[in-house]
T-cell receptor, first 111, second 112 residues
Framework: DAKTTQPPSMDCAEGRAANLPCNHSTISGNEYVYWYRQIHSQGPQYIIHGLKNNETNEMASLIITEDRKSSTLILPHATLRDTAVYYC????????????FGTGTRLTVIP | SQTIHQWPATLVQPVGSPLSLECTVEGTSNPNLYWYRQAAGRGLQLLFY??????ISSEVPQNLSASRPQDRQFILSSKKLLLSDSGFYLC???????????FGPGTRLTVL
């Protein structure tokens, strides 16, 4: 079962930052937060992950609250190609193989 | 670079027929391999994962089975398909079980 909750949908204007929230209030100390996205009819694409520090890569930034009970994925300049379903996942750092995907947030980037 | 392939891309099968979906990974050795299913409007459900040749772990009781005959080949099978087996089947790989997973393009299966 998914251990995260996300809003079902969000809109964002093209060129603006998209901020996607995720609640994971039962996260354990050894669990990472992962973000994936899935464009229609394609396989999920890995975006970013983190444990407790904020992370940034070429795709996005991940902000994790100090208590680690929630996080925000930030797409700094959303484009139309960022329209997708975004999944927030928590998983144990070691000893586990699986990713529990919930229903995610459907982000629509509007021209 | 690593690539993951799945075929077929789409498949329509009658109820009671057998199934064989194939996944292969290139550019890496001894990957961890995974089969997921995504039903319409729902998240992904892990079905099987494998840490090596001949080593298969099942996450959910199904009328499906998985096999790993070669290091970079993962096969999902069924002897008799059910209507409820319809969905989008995704294969994924990771370097180690702690690492991020990379997904294939998926197979859309429709059971009629």
């Amino acid at each position: 079962d998914a251990k995260t909750t996300q809003p079902p949908s969000m809109d964002c204007a093209e060129g603006r930052a998209a901020n996607l929230p995720c609640n994971h209030s039962t996260i354990s100390g050894n669990e990472y937060v992962y973000w994936y996205r899935q464009i229609h009819s394609q396989g999920p694409q890995y975006i970013i992950h983190g444990l407790k520090n904020n992370e940034t890569n070429e795709m996005a930034s991940l902000i994790i609250t100090e208590d680690r009970k929630s996080s925000t994925l930030i797409l700094p300049h959303a484009t139309l190609r960022d329209t997708a379903v975004y999944y927030c996942i928590v998983r144990v750092a070691t000893g586990a193989n699986n990713l529990f995907f919930g229903t995610g947030t459907r982000l629509t980037v509007i021209p | 670079s690593q690539t993951i392939h799945q075929w077929p891309a789409t498949l329509v099968q009658p109820v009671g027929s057998p199934l064989s979906l194939e996944c292969t990974v290139e550019g890496t050795s001894n990957p961890n391999l995974y089969w997921y299913r995504q039903a319409a409007g729902r998240g992904l459900q892990l079905l099987f994962y494998s840490v090596g040749i001949g080593q298969i772990s099942s996450e959910v009781p199904q009328n499906l089975s998985a096999s790993r005959p070669q290091d970079r080949q993962f096969i999902l099978s069924s002897k008799k398909l059910l209507l409820s087996d319809s969905g989008f089947y995704l294969c994924a790989w990771s370097v180690h079980r702690d690492n991020e997973q990379f997904f294939g393009p998926g197979t859309r299966l429709t059971v009629l």
